[in-house]
Nanobody
């Protein structure tokens, strides 16, 4: 049984920091690309950051320079360090594990999400 469990969300003032964690079980973690998505009320889910199985990273433009994604394969865990938080970062943050099998097929697993609220 595959599980992705997020933690680290909460309420923070603008300009503050949080570190999200997502620990996976039931998969061979180091062959999966790991991603953080977020979904704000009334908005579509959006991709925030990706770290590939090889360690390459990519970010949504709005978080570049403020967020850092990293992974620890020994702990089956991916992190999202979020600095200089803004009210518009408020959302449920979800962890995703993705493995491309063929050009037309991929395995996707999701966590349940953790709430991040940026407010004074």
């Amino acid at each position: 049984q595959v599980q992705l469990v997020e933690s680290g969300g909460g309420l923070v003032q603008p300009g503050g920091s949080l570190r999200l964690s997502c620990t996976a079980s039931g998969i061979i973690f180091d062959v999966y690309a790991m991603r953080w998505y977020r979904q704000a009320p009334g908005k579509q889910r959006e991709l925030v950051a990706t770290v590939t199985s090889g360690g390459s990273t990519n970010y949504q433009d709005s978080v570049k320079g403020r967020f850092t994604i990293s992974r620890d394969n020994a702990k089956n865990t991916v992190y999202l360090q979020m600095n200089s938080l803004k009210p518009e970062d408020t959302a449920v943050y979800l962890c995703n594990a993705r493995r491309v099998i063929t050009i037309a097929a991929a395995l996707d697993y999701w966590g349940q999400g953790t709430q991040v609220t940026v407010s004074s």
